[in-house]
């Protein structure tokens, strides 16, 4: 092979030059002057004129480095002479060489030999050197040379391969120093005409200082390809005798026409291990793994050391464990495409996507078995419906095969009048499974398992939020689609089954890998970077680009520009992987149930989540909370991991445990002040509810306690039947039957420990018709302030406090309408009657109004007084003792409060007699509170710490650094304008008021220091963005601090109520805060901070409308009281014009604006009923409720408040 590149001049050599004078001009630097002198007094040279300097000459020296050929100048015949002193040149270079002067005389032989390479392509092709400035447009890279001399094909370009492994250098013998470091497989398209021939070329070097691009005749010859050269063309044909390319002689070389690949920038270039290309193939099994790279089912796939086993993945033990697989059905082989469609629906996800997803959809070809997702935010209306109509022409358009047949479960989704109508208007046949039977429909059961253990396992591998569960889901279907399926029994994917043709995987890339996008749409200094990180999530549908997820943003963007970061290797090759340090803790598992109950996956039970470790490499998380306006955004919008706190973990590998260095504490400290307002957020957004229960019969049937949960059902069913709750009945024409469902519930004791498991039947009172199924519905429930005050009361007076559970409290009530309902699920005996009811069942809209009434009647028969106050709390005086005897109702629970046991017992007697009751004992928990009681002082404290802990751990932050208050008094948060780019997207602002939201029933329970922060944040709920989010990261870094912080109820004072404002607290709207607190002793009874409905022009008209709003207040505590028989105190305030103005009607300029609505509090001034006092500013318990307060007076007035430290 002898084929070498010329060097490009831009000048011809000047006429009539000698050659050998040339030689001797271009080498007067690098050869010694003796062998020059000595060359020039040779017989045989050319007499010429004294050599000239280098920078003189009129063409660059053959001793530089030249720019690439690019093309082939003109042939010129050379003389005679010249032909002659090509030889002689060649000669002195050949004894040059053999002599070894490069070895004397330094690096000499590194110029002489591509000296002499390129005087033999002289001689070779009879050329002169390039005299056309058209040379540099013939010989791109792109182009390829046929030799019959190269034994492997040569590519210059890296980016030509879709297949690439490196190689150790090695030289090419015949192209001087010219070196191949990797081989792979490259695509070629030769240009036919207006048409292309494709075909793959594999075990190609890559030279990058190759000449050219030469193509291996004998590796043609090899597989079966003919070249015929003729008439100065060559032709190329396949094993079969198609035509595939043409090439034109150049000199005595043939370039064949090629046309260009286009080739998406971010090719898998690298062979991959078994365990890359299982991560990245979306966790495929190993046997899989093997059978798609041994029968070549796919192109792309370079594996490296194929030999080598694959090491167990933490990821797919957690994502992936189950209690056993579907029963396996026998499938019928389908002739086409479209013969039979296998379809069914997974959700509810307890996580809501990213764009607000909560189900999905599949579709699988019962031919090929293809299958193709789409993703719904709700099941009801036409939603699925309209997904079927998209898949069907979907299918008919690329393929002209019109889907024939569907089968799908009895979900009502599918099994209505307006899809089944659909159907048939189409032709198109459909398949249930019988009731209670989903394994009929085995192959869309089977895939959507696959399919979420898969996405499970992803998402845990790449430790991002379950809000991006939907990408996950997408990416398997998509890797499901290329990989090999035991259905199909020939070695082809789903893929080509469908399509007809091999897919390409080397664009396949692991789910959640880091990859630089380039920044594009603004300007960039020349210092600034030109790309960011983002994370990989899949492969666009629509177009040749990535989809990856921007964690400050969270939003889904896609983009083709962009670098896929490699795995960093150590000396020995083995890439290292930085796996989260503790791999047990699971998150919260992506559940769904179906319309007949069966869960589609979810045998592992929900756990309260650890903050998420992030362990790629120690960098801070993220550094802004706003999407760039560089990015390529198809924006379909989308937390990043909180920092570790853990410490240094190990990865156990074969056997050893190996210590992985943790990140340095500077490090992870900046990640944290980074990130400092989104590291609880994916906790917030992926958590699920706080309790445990299960939510569906399937979740129950797989529990560890499913035996307890199975016997309370069958308790349920029993003591209904027992009651006669219903008859068995046919259900009438024209009525419909509404659903029922099993509810599940651990109750837990004080110390959160599980006391009893409940299982509760209950009716879906949604399906009820208004005026048919039920009229009236209001049921009144207990006030968290009257529950406050009577265990102040206890306190005071010494109560015994005890508590009671009414079974199956609503059953008591009255049916007065006519309501069918179908038969408990699991307990269905398949007659297909439905149960008429006679006794108000749990989830009936009507059951609580109905149990409330009966209630009633039965307290009013045993001589108690329902509270006008609270309507549901009752009160007796016993006739021996006076005492009073008084019951708080909340539903069916009940507190009692005595003076004495045996008033306790006579009670607990009575109420059995009129209802099936269970004695509690001494209450120690209610509505999620804990309450304690001390015998030595009799004093109650009432706290909500269990609570507290959960919603910490919710979000992530029950390790965060506790702070000494809620807010920051520096910080001024403003509400955003709409359209303002810093407001975070739909699934932002719900992980914003879902959190905010678990804060408000302690800050209404037992926490009135959690009041204004709950407030104030609370303003800015429609459109939140990171200076919100990280305010509200602050009151639970405080709760943190405080979560034992509860309320304490002593034996002593009277009642009294603060109340203050803060005048134009707002500084976008100048509105002010109104805030008071009432005391019953030294605790807590009723607290209030709000914003005020219009703004005030001054400090005492802020203050006046706070007192309106206090004085609502103390009518109804005065009602609460004077039943019990005790009476409050007025409202206290400091501001004396307030007062004044209240007591005194003046009428002036200040005043006379003032909303007649406020002014009643003169009235109830006036009449005595309420009495104003004025307290020092320092001295107003209320300030805490209407602003921020420095940490000194913010501790000081919260332990006046709460009673507790």
């Not at 569906?696 to 029993?718: C, G, I, Y």
């Not at 045993?862 to 549901?872: E, S």
């Not at 639970?1036 to 607290?1065: E, M, P, Q, V």
């Amino acid at each position: 092979m002898k084929t070498f590149h010329m060097p490009s001049c831009h000048h011809s050599p000047t006429p009539g030059t000698p050659l050998f004078h040339l030689f001797l001009t271009t080498s007067s630097k690098i050869l010694p002057n003796s062998l020059l002198a000595s060359l020039r007094r040779s017989p045989d040279s050319v007499s010429a004129p004294p050599p000239k300097p280098l920078d003189q000459l009129p063409f660059l020296p053959l001793t530089r480095q030249m720019p690439n050929v690019t093309n082939v100048g003109k042939r010129v015949t050379l003389p005679a002479s010249t032909r002659i002193e090509i030889r002689r040149i060649k000669i002195l270079l050949t004894h040059i060489k053999e002599e070894r002067i490069g070895t004397r005389t330094g690096n000499v032989g590194s110029h002489l030999e591509p000296m002499w390479h390129r005087m033999m392509t002289v001689m070779k092709t009879s050329c002169s050197l390039p005299g056309s400035p058209q040379l540099r447009k013939i010989c791109p890279q792109t182009t390829g040379f046929l030799d019959s001399g190269c034994s492997r094909t040569i590519v210059r370009k890296k980016t030509s391969f879709t297949e690439y492994s490196a190689t150790a250098p090695h030289k090419i013998s015949g192209i001087g120093e010219t070196a191949g470091i990797g081989r792979g497989t490259v695509p070629l398209s030769f240009a036919l005409g207006n048409s292309t021939c494709a075909c793959m070329m594999r075990d190609v070097l890559h030279c990058p200082t190759a000449p050219f691009n030469l193509i291996s005749v004998a590796r043609l010859t090899d597989a079966g390809f003919t070249a015929t050269f003729k008439n100065h063309t060559v032709e190329l044909r396949s094993p079969n005798g198609t035509l595939m390319a043409v090439g034109d002689k150049i000199s005595r070389l043939y370039k064949l026409r090629i046309k260009p690949q286009i080739v998406m920038p971010t090719h898998a270039l690298v062979a991959r291990t078994w365990d890359e290309w299982h991560r990245a193939l979306g966790h495929l099994n190993f046997k899989s793994l093997r059978h798609l790279k041994s029968h070549d089912m796919v192109k792309g796939m370079q594996v490296r050391d194929e030999k080598a086993d694959m090491q167990q993945c933490i990821a797919c033990i957690q994502g992936k464990a189950h209690v056993r697989p579907f029963p396996q059905e026998a499938q019928r082989k389908y002739e086409n495409i479209g013969d039979m469609t296998y379809t069914d629906l997974w959700g509810k996800a307890r996580t809501r996507g990213i764009r607000g997803e909560h189900y999905f959809i599949s579709f699988t070809d019962g031919h090929g078995f293809r299958s193709k997702v789409a993703f719904l935010k709700s099941k009801e209306g036409d939603e699925v419906l309209d997904k079927i109509k998209k898949y069907v022409a979907f299918v008919e358009t690329q393929t002209g095969k019109k889907p024939r047949r569907f089968r799908f479960d009895n979900g009502k989704e599918y099994v209505n009048q307006k899809t089944l109508d659909w159907l048939e208007s189409q032709g198109i046949e459909w398949e249930l499974t019988a009731p209670h039977s989903s394994a009929q429909n085995g192959v869309a059961e089977r895939l959507n398992r696959t399919i979420i253990e898969r996405a499970c396992a992803m998402l845990i591998s790449a430790h991002l939020p379950l809000s991006c569960w939907p990408e996950a889901v997408a990416y398997s279907f998509y890797l499901k689609n290329l990989s090999p399926t035991r259905a199909l029994s020939t070695n082809i994917t789903p893929h080509e089954a469908f399509w007809k043709s091999k897919p390409d995987i080397s664009n396949v890339h692991e789910f959640g890998s880091k990859f630089w996008v380039l920044r594009q749409g603004i300007s960039l200094s020349k210092l600034e970077p030109k790309a960011r990180q983002y994370i990989f999530v899949g492969v666009s549908e629509h177009s040749r680009a990535y989809r990856y997820y921007n964690p400050g943003s969270r939003q889904i963007l896609t983009s083709r520009n962009v670098t896929f970061e490699k795995p960093q290797a150590d000396s020995n090759g083995h890439e290292h992987f930085h796996p989260a340090p503790e791999p047990a803790p699971l998150p919260p598992t992506l559940e769904g149930e179906h319309e007949n109950g069966n869960c589609s996956v979810g045998s592992t039970p929900n756990l309260a989540p650890a903050p998420t470790t992030f362990y790629r490499e120690p960098q801070p998380l993220i550094s802004e909370a706003t999407p760039e306006p560089d990015e390529e955004e198809e924006s379909e919008n989308a937390s990043p991991p909180p920092p570790s706190r853990n410490p240094t973990p190990t990865i156990h590998v074969r056997g050893k445990d190996i210590p992985l260095r943790a990140p340095s504490s500077r490090i992870a400290a900046k990640a944290a002040k980074d990130s400092a307002h989104l590291t609880f957020a994916l906790a917030a957004e992926t958590a699920a509810e706080f309790d445990d229960d299960p939510k569906t019969l399937a979740q129950a049937r797989t529990a560890p306690d499913w035996q307890q949960f199975h016997a309370a059902m069958v308790s349920e069913k029993n003591q209904l039947e027992r009651l006669g709750t219903w008859d068995l009945v046919e259900l009438p024409a024209g009525r419909k039957a509404i659903a029922s469902k099993w509810v599940w519930r651990r109750k837990r004791d004080a110390t959160g420990k599980v006391a009893k498991h409940k299982a509760r039947l209950v009716a879906d009172g949604s399906r009820q018709i208004p005026g048919i199924d039920f009229h009236e519905t209001y049921s009144p429930t207990i006030r968290l302030e009257t529950f406050r005050f009577l265990l102040a009361l206890a306190a005071r007076y010494q109560l015994k406090v005890h508590g009671i559970d009414v079974v199956a409290a609503y059953l008591n009530g009255k049916l007065e309408e006519t309501v069918y309902m179908k038969q408990p699920p699991d307990f269905d005996d398949g007659t297909g009657c439905v149960c008429k009811l006679k006794l108000s069942i749990y989830g009936l809209r009507q059951s609580g109004r109905n149990w409330n009434q009966k209630l009633d009647t039965a307290f009013k028969s045993l001589g108690f007084t329902r509270l006008i106050a609270d309507q549901c709390v009752y009160i007796r005086r016993e006739p021996a003792t006076s005492s009073p005897t008084i019951v708080a109702v909340h539903v069916d629970d009940m507190t009692l409060f005595a003076h004495t046991n045996g008033e306790l017992t006579q009670l607990k007697g009575e109420l059995a007699s009129q209802f099936n009751v269970t004695d509690l004992g001494p209450l120690t928990q209610i509505l999620g509170m804990e309450i304690t009681r001390n015998d030595s002082d009799g004093s109650i404290q009432l706290t909500q710490a269990n609570y507290a802990l959960r919603v910490l751990e919710s979000v992530g932050m029950h390790n965060c650094k506790p702070v000494s208050t809620p807010l920051d008094h520096n910080v001024k948060l403003t509400a955003l304008p709409d359209g303002d780019p810093r407001i975070g997207d739909t699934a932002f602002r719900h992980t914003y008021l879902s959190s905010l939201g678990k804060l408000m029933y302690l800050a209404v329970g037992t926490r009135p220091d959690l009041a204004y922060a709950v407030q104030h944040l609370s303003q800015f709920s429609q459109r939140p963005a990171a200076e919100h989010m990280s305010a509200l990261k602050h009151v639970f870094r405080y709760l943190r601090g405080t979560y034992s912080l509860g309320i304490l109820f002593r034996g002593n004072g009277d009642i009294k109520i603060y109340c203050d404002a803060d005048w134009a607290n707002d500084i976008a709207d100048r509105r002010s805060i109104s805030g008071y607190v009432s005391f019953f002793g030294s605790a807590p009874i009723s607290w209030s901070s709000r914003k005020q409905p219009t703004v005030a022009l001054s400090t005492m008209e802020a203050e006046y409308m706070a007192l309106a709003k206090t004085t609502c207040e103390v009518l109804w505590l005065r009602e609460l009281a004077s039943e019990l028989g005790l009476t409050p105190d007025g409202p206290t305030s400091d501001n004396q014009s307030a007062i004044c103005f209240a007591a005194n009607p003046v009428f002036h300029a200040r005043s006379k604006h003032i909303d007649i609505r406020h002014h009643f509090v003169r009235e109830r001034v006036a009449s005595n009923e309420v009495i104003l006092t004025h307290c020092a500013s320092e001295d107003n318990l209320a300030d805490m409720l209407t602003k921020a307060l420095p940490r000194p007076q913010f501790v000081l007035l919260r332990d006046q408040v709460i009673g507790a430290a």
